[in-house]
């Protein structure tokens, strides 16, 4: 069975730092791609990065510039440097693996960022 577990949200001001963790079992961190998506108030859930088996990463434009998403192989972890954050950053962020962008299997129950002005 494939489990994502999110961790490292927390409150923040405006230009602060966070770094989100996402650890996952092992079938999924070895054999599926993964992703970072986020949920604010009153909006769909929209994709910030997607880190696919074969290394490559992709941003979404809002975010493009100060998140970095990587892969921690030793902890079993994708996780997501946030950097620059703004109040628009507020939300709930999920971690998906398996799948691709529109549509992943498997979900994690998500971490609060709240980043205040």
């Known amino acids: 069975r494939v489990r994502l577990q999110e961790a490292g949200g927390d409150s923040v001001q405006a230009g602060g730092s966070l770094r989100l963790s996402c650890t996952a079992s092992?079938?999924?961190?070895?054999?599926?791609?993964m992703a970072w998506y986020r949920q604010a108030p009153g909006k769909e859930r929209e994709l910030v990065s997607l880190?696919?088996?074969?290394?490559?990463?992709t941003y979404s434009e809002s975010v493009k510039g100060r998140f970095v998403v990587s892969r921690d192989n030793l902890k079993r972890a994708l996780d997501l440097q946030m950097n620059n954050l703004k109040t628009t950053d507020t939300a709930v962020y999920y971690c998906?693996?398996?799948?691709?962008?529109?549509?992943?299997?498997?979900w994690g129950r998500g971490t609060q960022v709240t980043v205040s002005s």
């Open positions: 998906a693996a398996c799948g691709s962008e529109g549509q992943f299997t498997f």
């Open positions: 880190a696919v088996v074969g290394g490559s990463t």
């Open positions: 092992q079938y999924a961190f070895d054999n599926c791609h």
